[in-house]
């Protein structure tokens, strides 16, 4: 059963479509509808369905902006429009099909072969990434796994300096020069990193340890093997002493 959400700003059409796909297919089940973009967007970046069923004519929001605003795209959009100009344009945002208002019914299954499709790739692909990452961690302690930008990034712990965090993204500092944005936490980081290299020195950062040059006490920072200069924060300046 595909488990699918609709957005379109006219509750009639919601109405309208929700029929037509339930009747249609023995398929798909409704999960969620919204006529308001912004609550779908909330909606969205926590929950992932089989599948998005998205209008692209909204005014507070078009399709083309609602899916830009996404942070989780992680199921496959079809895009319904009465209004076929707008077909080459969805396809280029990787929408995987659209639909032209009223649905016919052999247009509808075939979207639905389409979603199967997409999913089943995904499937594929969640089973392999989970045999590297247990692979990974089962044989190689010194490294952490990292899932970024639809790739995996294997990275050795030594070569860490320190994590920084920017609101809902991380930002992974190493030796190599080379800066690595993941959409983490920084407490979701925290719990990846080997407790014995890696401390939480402030709110904001995470420090590797072994790769600390200077602690200057009475301006409470340490400097890094790369000169950065990372403050100790005062409620973690006793642990912080501690643990080194």
């Known amino acids: 059963m595909i488990k699918a959400v609709i957005v379109d700003d006219e509750p009639k059409a919601i109405q309208g479509l929700s029929w037509e796909l339930t009747n249609f297919s023995n398929d798909i089940e409704i999960l969620e509808t919204f006529s308001n973009p912004e609550e779908a967007i909330r909606y969205l970046n926590l929950n992932t369905p089989d599948c998005l069923f998205l209008d692209i004519q909204m005014p507070t929001m078009d399709g083309f902006q609602f899916l830009e605003k996404l942070s989780n795209k992680d199921f496959p959009v079809v895009i319904t ?98 800066n690595i944005v993941i959409t983490k936490k920084l407490k979701e980081v925290n719990a990846i990193l080997p407790e014995h290299y890696f401390f939480r020195i402030h709110n904001s950062f995470i420090i590797n340890l072994t790769k600390i040059k200077e602690f200057i006490k009475s301006e409470g920072y340490v400097v890094m093997e790369s000169n950065h200069k990372i403050p100790v924060a005062r409620q973690r300046k006793s642990d912080f002493l501690e643990k080194l």
């Not at 945002?93 to 649905?103: G, N, S």
């Not at 075939?110 to 089943?120: D, Q, R, Y």
């Not at 790739?151 to 080379?178: A, C």
Request: without cysteine; charged residues 35%.
């Open 81 to 178: 429009t009465a209004y076929d100009e707008y077909a080459i344009k969805a396809l280029k945002h990787e929408a995987i099909d659209y639909l032209l208002k009223p649905i016919d019914s052999d247009d509808l299954q075939e979207t639905i072969k389409k979603i199967k499709k997409f999913n089943s790739r995904l499937v594929t692909s969640s089973k392999i990434e989970e045999v590297l990452v247990n692979f990974n961690e089962k044989f190689d302690k010194k490294k952490i796994t990292i899932n970024t930008d639809g790739k995996l990034i294997f990275l050795n712990v030594d070569d860490i300096l320190f994590v920084e965090s920017d609101g809902n993204y991380s930002t992974i500092v190493t030796s190599k020069q080379q």
